[in-house]
């Protein structure tokens, strides 16, 4: 929708203007809730952060585990961090235990340092 787009180029926009790869969540939830409402703002943020993506996370609950170790073992090590923070802590541990030896604690370290997931 004309919204959709007009707020997502406020999103690019402020994150270029911020000087920061990436805006403060409850930052631009505080912007948003003034200029559109609560309700409204709620759901842009839901689109931006991408908080629909845990129902479809928690379908990978029925992977075997070294199958998604093997499909994000070629990942940069912050994409798989934020992948594991998505999934249950039982299958994420499984998960990290298939992933190589070598960058098993940076991954943890970088699940450790998420803000926002």
């Keep these: 929708s004309m919204a959709r787009k007009v707020i997502n180029n406020f999103f690019d926009e402020f994150c270029e203007q911020s000087g920061i790869n990436g805006a403060s969540r409850s930052m631009l939830q505080g912007i948003l809730n003034k200029a559109l409402g609560t309700e409204i703002a709620s759901s842009v943020i839901n689109g931006i952060y991408g908080d629909e993506i845990r129902s479809r996370m928690a379908r990978l609950q029925w992977v075997e585990p070294r199958q998604l170790a093997m ?12 992948f594991l923070a998505f999934l249950t802590p039982e299958i994420s541990a499984a998960v990290l235990s298939y992933l190589n030896e070598s960058v098993q604690n940076e991954i943890l370290y970088r699940v450790a340092k998420l803000n926002d997931v």
């Design 71 to 82: 499909l994000i073992s070629e990942e940069h090590l912050q994409l798989q961090a934020v």
